[in-house]
């Protein structure tokens, strides 16, 4: 099952106290193979040795196998994409870094010639769009944090955050986050100073930028030495044994990129193992990759993996972008939504036939209403399913449905349950939705009137109701499972 992660980062405006939330992310049914417990050691092992060399930036298709489904190590951290690479996946070359000595190169090794540099294409700005948001931030984060998606770097107590903590390596008047977007286990922000910073998980791309790191392959024996030196120390500042550079934001860079002069950056989205930036001429670029239920499916249809940003040609005049766990949204300046990545629980809004799934790469339009009147004013997105709330107020949501998490009951507590089309979702006609979010398999909305509704799964406390507000409830608002425990909210309900 495709993993969410339990990591949050919560941003506040610097004249407000922070509030902690308590949304889980889960996979839905069927779904790719779930993250193992992590652990802080980093590649410590001697298997770290065999791990694939780095992808490219343009990596070629090859098939997806059946991902494998085993249990990480006792002495290494559990990466979620590590762990779901398929069984016989394709041959990659050997990493031939595994210490300072070996990696060294001869003279004439350093000194051979290299084979001509592509002249980057130069690129002509068009029109502004879109404004990038102007206020700094102050970004607390709390949670799991073995992968380096906290953002706080290598210190013992950076791994387990129980309550929320101002992150110092963000702070608003140094850095000066404006917008932030987290993933799967990867984070993506962006800076009052146009710079997108990325940490966290790096294995398939999601980060940009290089991470490699010659500390995180030692030899069996110095790791569990260290580990039990480690272990009596009660000093918070030790080591953790975390890449650094994936666990300290750090800046994408964009040399060699198909960027116009004078660009500025907007807004970031993350998924599971991607992210995406959109610029102020409606440009969008992106990298990493998208995945599907037998592994990985491709970031575009010649690229596999990027590990470096890269322009989506397709997308053009873009004012707003989302990402699900393996799929992303785009909004034009026409109110027109396309929609790409992986489509098999429907959350691309159209059917995906098999073999010729890698159409699905692709960003198309679907069957939501365009136009100045009825068009398209808000996109969002949860794991796998998606909203849109058009400029007349209707709101539609499609994709993944087993927990309700649409909106629509019809087929809420079935397997693989999903809302094939964007349909209106009748229960929140009138409402004055304004703003309306997606998680793993629950929903919230906003309206005009300030309240708060929720709908979907709730049976690990996602609704913020207590069990005595649910066994209240009549039948018709929440399903409940064979213990006769409340499980599903059929029915948007105001949280009081």
């Known amino acids: 099952m495709p993993p969410k992660a339990n990591t949050k980062a919560k941003v506040t405006k610097p004249a407000e106290p922070a509030k902690k ?14 993250k193992a417990a992590a652990t802080k050691k980093t590649a ?28 990480a190590p006792k002495a290494t951290t559990s990466k979620r994409k590590r762990e779901e690479e398929p069984e016989e996946a394709p041959a990659k070359k050997a990493k031939t870094t595994t210490t300072k000595k070996a990696s060294a190169k001869t003279s004439a090794e350093k000194e051979a010639p290299s084979k001509p540099v592509k002249k980057v294409k130069a690129l002509t700005k068009g029109a502004v769009i879109n404004e990038p948001p102007t206020e700094r931030l102050h970004v607390f984060v709390f949670g799991e944090g073995t992968a380096g998606e906290l953002g706080l770097g290598t210190a013992k107590n950076a791994v387990d955050v129980k309550r ?19 993933g799967g286990m990867h984070v993506v922000a962006l800076t009052h100073d146009n710079k997108i910073l990325t940490w966290g998980v790096n294995d398939q791309g999601a980060l940009g930028r290089d991470t490699e790191w010659e500390g995180g392959l030692k030899d069996m024996d110095e790791a569990q030495k260290e580990e039990d030196e480690e272990s009596d120390s009660d000093d918070d500042e030790d080591n953790n044994g975390l890449n650094p550079k994936e666990s300290l934001p750090a800046e994408v860079d964009f040399t060699g990129v198909e960027v116009a002069e004078g660009t500025r950056w907007v807004q970031v989205a993350a998924g599971d193992s991607c992210s995406l930036a959109l610029t102020d001429d409606g440009r969008v670029y992106g990298w990493g990759t998208f995945r599907g239920n037998e592994g990985t499916l491709g970031f575009t249809q010649e690229v596999e993996t990027a590990t470096r940003p890269m322009l989506l040609p397709d997308l053009k005049n873009i004012t707003s972008i989302v990402a699900g766990a393996n799929h992303a949204l785009a909004l034009n300046k026409a109110g027109a939504v396309v929609a790409w990545g992986s489509g098999q629980q ?12 890698l159409e ?13 009147k009825n068009g398209i004013a808000t996109i969002e997105t949860g794991a796998y399913h998606c909203f849109a709330i058009s400029k007349n107020g209707n709101v539609y949501s499609w994709g993944l449905n087993n927990y309700g998490e649409t909106g629509i009951p019809d087929n809420a507590g079935q397997d693989d349950a999903a809302i094939k089309k964007p349909t ?10 304004t703003n309306i979010k997606g998680g793993g398999h629950h929903s919230m909305a906003a309206t005009e009137n300030g309240d708060c509704l929720i709908w979907g799964r709730i049976d690990g406390a996602q609704g913020g109701f207590t069990s005595e507000e649910l066994q209240k409830m009549p039948e018709d608002v929440v399903m409940r499972d064979h213990r006769n425990d409340p499980r599903i909210l059929l029915v948007p309900t105001k949280v009081e």
């Open 44 to 71: 410590t092992t001697k298997k770290a040795t065999e791990a694939p060399a780095k992808k490219t930036a343009a990596t070629k298709k090859e098939p997806a196998k059946a991902p494998a489904k085993s249990a």
């Open 164 to 182: 929320p903590r101002l992150n110092p390596n963000l702070a608003a008047d140094t850095v000066g986050v404006v917008q932030i977007a987290a």
């Open 360 to 372: 699905s790469l692709r960003p198309r339009e679907f069957g939501l209403p365009k136009g100045p």
């Open 346 to 357: 429907m959350q691309l809004g159209r059917r995906i036939i098999e073999r010729s799934k």
């Open 21 to 34: 939330t308590a949304a889980t992310k889960k996979a839905p049914a069927k779904a790719p193979a779930t």
């Open 424 to 433: 209106i979702v009748e229960a929140l006609q009138g409402k004055g939705v």
